[in-house]
C-alpha cells in the first residue's frame, strides 16, 4: 500500500502548482538569512530587505490573498527581529493608513448616492455629439475629479455612463469596438492622470508627504501640493486625448442619437434629491477641510470626518461600508508603510540608494540625472506590475536616500507611480474597464506606451524648469 | 447524476453545450451550465464590484451574463427547460451572488432535471475544480483549449470524469471508440459508453489494445465483458484488437468520426507530471470529442 493515495498527491501537487512562488519565496527568503550581511548593511537591515523581497514575489504572484502578505510582513518584521511588536504596531498606523482607509470609505459613500446620472448629463451637456469632443470630456472630467476624490470612485461612476452611451449607439456592450476601447480608456487614463492632481487624488501622494515629514526633509501641504502636480496634470489630458483619438479612431465620429437617448433616460430619474445633495456639501466641507485643516489635523482625519459625517446623516449604512471597502488594501498599505519606516531606521534604504547611484554611475556622469531615472522610471515600471501605493511605500524611503532635492524626487516618485498605463493590473480603474470585457491585455500597451513616454518626458520638464521656482 | 457544462461564448461553445445537454438528458442529470470570467485581482475586487452595482443601477449586463442569456435562448430552443421558465424569459434579475465569486440563476429541466446557470469569476481550473469538489460533479464539459497545460490540469486536477469537446460537430456522425483495457477503471468507463452512446444513438467500437503480441486473459475479458453490456442494451458493436502504442492508436483508430470513451489513468500524478499518462498523450494527440472516465 503506497503511504499516501493518488488523490492527495494530485491534491498536493495542485496545491504547489497555484502556490509555486510562496514555496519559491520561502526558499528565497532562508537562502538570502544564511548569507553572509553584505558590507555596509547592519544585520536588521539585511532581514528587513529580506522582507521587502518576500513581499514584493507574494504581491506580483498574487498567490496569496493581500491580506495574508500584510499580515506575514508584520510576522516577518517581529521574528526576524526587526522591531519590537509594539514598534511594529505604531509604525503600521500612521495618517497616511487613516487616509487610505477614509479615502475608501469616501468613495463607497459617493458611489452609493447614484450620483452618475447627473454626472452623466452634465458630460453632455458640455461636450454636445461629436465623438472626440465626448472622449475629451470624459479624459477631463475623469481627471480633474479623480484629482479630488480619488481614482476608483470616478471610474465606478463613469463606468456606466460609458457604456450606456454605447449602447445607445446601437452597438452590443458586450462586444469590443474602437468606441468602447476609446472611451472606456478616456476613463480608466483620465483617472490615473488626475490622480497625481492633489494629495486626496491617491494613497501614495499621502504616503509621500507622511515619508516626508517623518523623516523630516519637508512639509507639502494641500495646496502646495496642487501647485507643484496640477499644471502637469492639466497639460497631459489633452495629450492623453489626442493619443486615444489616434490609436483607437472610432467609426462614429458623431453620437447624436446615442447623447439624445441619454439625455431622455437620465431626464427620468428627476431632481437631485435632499440625500445627493448632503452627500454633495459633505464632499465639499471635507474638501475644504484637506485645504485648510489638514496641515493641523491631518489629511487622514479629515477624511474620516467626512465618513463620520456619511454615516451620521445616514447617507449610507455602516454594512454598505464594511460590505464594499477593500480591507485587504488597507491592511497591506500599512504593512507596506510600515516595512518602508523600518528601511529607513535600520539603514537599508540607504545602503541600497547608495549602491544603486554607485552601479548607475557607470553609465551616466551626473547623478542628478541617475537620481531622477531611478526615481521615475522604477516607480513607473513597478507601478505597472504591483500597485502605486505599494510602489511608493517601498520605493519612497530609498529614494528619498539617495540626497539631492528630496521634495522634488519625491514628488517625482509619487506623481510617475500613477503612469500605470500598461498593464491589467497596474491599478483598479484599469481593472474596472477590463472588467467589462471590452479591452484586452494588448489594447493596454497600444496606446499606453505611448501615454507612458509622453508622460515621463512631461515630468522630466516640468520637474527640470517649473518645480526648482517653487522651491 | 450531476453534470458540469464549461462554456464561454455564443461564438465557441455551441459544440460543447450542445455535447453536454445530450450527455445531461442520456443521464438524466442535473445540468449545470458555468461561465468562468477573467480573474479580477485583490487590489480591485471591491471596486470592480462596486463598479459592476452601478451598471446594474442602468440595466446594463455584467459580462458573463450575455452567455448565460445565449445558453437559456438555447435550452428554451431546444425545449430542455420547462415551458413556464420559457415564457418567463432569461431570469437574469434572480441571478444570485454565492459568494464573492460565483452567482447563480435556477431553472426547472424538462428534458433532464434542473438546469442552473452559473457566473463565476477566476483561474479557470481552480474555479471548475472548486465548482467540482462544493456540488460533487460527475462529469465535467469543457471545450478544448489552446492553452499550454490546459489539458494536463484538466486531467490531473478536475474531481470528475472529464468530456471534452474537441471539433465536436452537433450534425456529424459518429461513433463510440471504446477503449477497455485490464484495469479496475475500465467497467465504469463501459458503462459510461453505453449510456453515451444511447445518448447519440450511434454504434460503439471496442478496442482492445496491448503492447504485447499476445492478449492476457484480463484484456480478453474486459472486451468480452463490454460486448455483453453493450449486446443488452441493444447497441451495435464491432470489436478490434490491436497491437501497439496505446495512446497512439487510439488517437489513430478515433481520426475525427468517433467520441473517445477511455479510463483515466490509475499511474501515481508525481509519475504522471514526468512521464505524462495515456488518457493525456490521446487528448493533447485525438482531432475528435474524448471523455476520460474516473
Given amino acids: ?471 | 447524476m450531476k453534470i458540469l457544462i464549461a462554456i464561454s461564448s455564443k461564438e465557441f461553445s455551441v459544440p460543447t453545450l450542445s455535447a453536454g445537454m445530450k450527455i445531461a438528458q442520456s443521464f438524466k442529470a442535473k445540468a449545470t451550465i458555468v461561465d468562468v470570467g477573467e480573474k479580477i485581482n485583490d487590489f480591485s475586487l471591491k471596486e470592480v464590484s462596486m463598479a459592476q452595482e452601478r451598471m446594474d443601477s442602468w440595466d446594463i449586463d455584467r459580462p458573463g451574463v450575455d452567455v448565460l442569456e445565449w445558453a437559456f435562448e438555447y435550452l428554451a430552443q431546444n425545449k430542455m427547460i420547462n415551458t413556464s421558465s420559457i415564457d418567463a424569459g432569461f431570469p437574469k434579475n434572480t441571478l444570485i451572488e454565492k459568494g464573492s465569486s460565483r452567482a447563480e440563476v435556477f431553472l426547472e429541466g424538462s428534458a433532464s432535471d434542473d438546469v442552473n446557470l452559473i457566473l463565476r469569476n477566476g483561474n479557470i481550473i481552480e474555479e471548475l475544480r472548486d465548482e467540482v469538489q462544493s456540488e460533487g460533479y460527475d462529469v465535467t464539459i469543457i471545450g478544448a483549449s489552446q492553452k499550454r497545460g490546459m489539458a494536463y490540469d484538466l486531467i490531473q486536477y478536475i474531481d470528475s470524469s472529464i468530456f471534452v469537446a474537441n471539433n465536436y460537430n452537433p450534425n456529424q456522425s459518429y461513433r463510440i471508440l471504446l477503449a477497455v483495457d485490464d484495469s479496475p477503471a475500465t467497467k465504469k468507463t463501459v458503462k459510461y459508453g453505453v449510456r453515451v452512446a444511447q445518448a447519440f444513438g450511434i454504434g460503439v467500437d471496442i478496442l482492445t489494445i496491448s503492447t504485447k503480441e499476445e492478449f492476457g486473459e484480463d484484456y480478453k475479458n474486459a472486451a468480452s465483458w463490454a460486448a455483453k453490456l453493450l449486446r443488452r442494451s441493444g447497441i451495435e458493436h464491432k470489436n478490434r484488437f490491436e497491437v501497439g502504442d496505446p495512446s497512439d492508436l487510439i488517437a489513430s483508430n478515433a481520426g475525427e468520426d468517433h467520441i473517445i470513451v477511455m479510463g483515466a489513468s490509475s499511474s501515481n500524478p508525481l509519475k504522471t507530471l514526468f512521464k505524462s499518462s495515456k488518457p493525456l498523450k490521446v487528448l493533447e494527440n485525438c482531432k475528435c470529442p474524448i471523455l476520460i472516465v474516473k
Fill in chain 1, 1 to 471: 500500500m503506497p503511504i499516501f493515495s493518488n488523490q492527495s498527491v494530485a491534491n498536493f501537487l495542485f496545491w504547489l502548482s497555484r502556490k509555486k512562488w510562496l514555496v519559491t519565496a520561502f526558499f528565497i527568503s532562508i537562502s538570502f538569512f544564511y548569507l553572509p550581511t553584505p558590507e555596509g548593511l547592519s544585520s536588521q537591515g539585511h532581514r528587513t530587505l529580506i522582507i521587502v523581497l518576500t513581499a514584493l514575489i507574494l504581491i506580483i504572484s498574487e498567490s496569496i490573498p493581500l491580506p495574508a502578505v500584510a499580515i506575514l510582513i508584520l510576522i516577518m518584521q517581529v521574528i526576524l527581529g526587526v522591531d519590537t511588536a509594539d514598534g511594529v504596531a505604531s509604525s503600521f498606523m500612521s495618517d497616511a493608513v487613516f487616509f487610505i482607509m477614509g479615502s475608501l470609505m469616501l468613495a463607497v459613500s459617493i458611489v452609493h448616492q447614484g450620483l452618475d446620472k447627473r454626472l452623466a448629463l452634465a458630460i453632455v451637456n458640455i461636450t454636445g455629439n461629436k465623438t472626440w469632443k465626448i472622449a475629451f470630456g470624459f479624459v477631463a472630467i475623469s481627471a480633474i475629479m479623480s484629482s479630488f476624490i480619488g481614482e476608483h470612485t470616478v471610474a465606478a461612476m463613469m463606468l456606466p455612463v460609458a457604456l450606456s452611451l454605447i449602447r445607445n449607439a446601437g452597438l452590443d456592450t458586450g462586444k469590443a469596438t474602437k468606441l468602447s476601447t476609446l472611451l472606456l480608456f478616456s476613463i480608466a487614463y483620465g483617472c490615473a492622470i488626475g490622480s497625481i492632481g492633489t494629495p486626496s487624488g491617491g494613497g501614495r501622494n499621502v504616503i509621500m508627504i507622511g515619508y516626508l515629514s517623518e523623516f523630516g526633509l519637508g512639509r507639502i501641504s494641500y495646496l502646495e501640493w496642487m501647485k507643484y502636480a496640477y499644471p502637469l496634470m492639466l497639460i497631459e489630458i489633452p495629450i492623453a486625448v489626442a493619443i486615444l483619438w489616434f490609436t483607437f479612431t472610432p467609426n462614429q465620429k458623431i453620437m447624436d442619437s446615442a447623447v439624445r437617448k441619454l439625455k431622455v433616460s437620465v431626464a427620468k430619474s428627476g431632481k437631485l434629491n435632499n440625500n445627493q445633495i448632503m452627500a454633495i456639501i459633505v464632499f465639499i466641507l471635507v474638501f475644504l477641510g484637506w485645504i485648510f485643516l489638514s496641515p493641523i489635523i491631518g489629511l487622514g482625519i479629515v477624511a474620516l470626518t467626512g465618513v463620520f459625517f456619511y454615516l451620521s446623516f445616514r447617507l449610507i449604512e455602516w454594512q454598505d461600508i464594511t460590505r464594499r471597502t477593500n480591507w485587504g488594501v488597507i491592511i497591506l498599505f500599512g504593512a507596506a508603510i510600515s516595512l518602508g519606516i523600518q528601511m529607513k531606521q535600520t539603514g537599508a534604504a540607504l545602503w541600497v540608494a547608495e549602491n544603486v547611484l554607485y552601479s548607475l554611475q557607470f553609465i551616466f556622469q551626473d547623478i542628478e540625472i541617475i537620481r531622477w531615472l531611478f526615481s521615475v522610471v522604477l516607480s513607473g515600471i513597478l507601478t505597472n506590475l504591483l500597485s502605486n501605493a505599494a510602489t511608493v511605500a517601498v520605493l519612497g524611503p530609498i529614494i528619498l536616500d539617495m540626497g539631492g532635492n528630496p521634495i522634488i524626487l519625491g514628488m517625482a516618485t509619487s506623481i510617475s507611480s500613477a503612469f500605470a498605463y500598461l498593464t491589467i493590473v497596474a491599478s483598479p480603474t484599469c481593472m474596472i474597464i477590463h472588467s467589462t470585457g471590452l479591452v484586452t491585455s494588448n489594447d493596454y500597451f497600444k496606446a499606453g506606451w505611448k501615454l507612458f513616454l509622453a508622460s515621463i518626458f512631461l515630468l522630466f520638464l516640468t520637474s527640470t524648469f517649473y518645480w526648482p521656482l517653487l522651491s
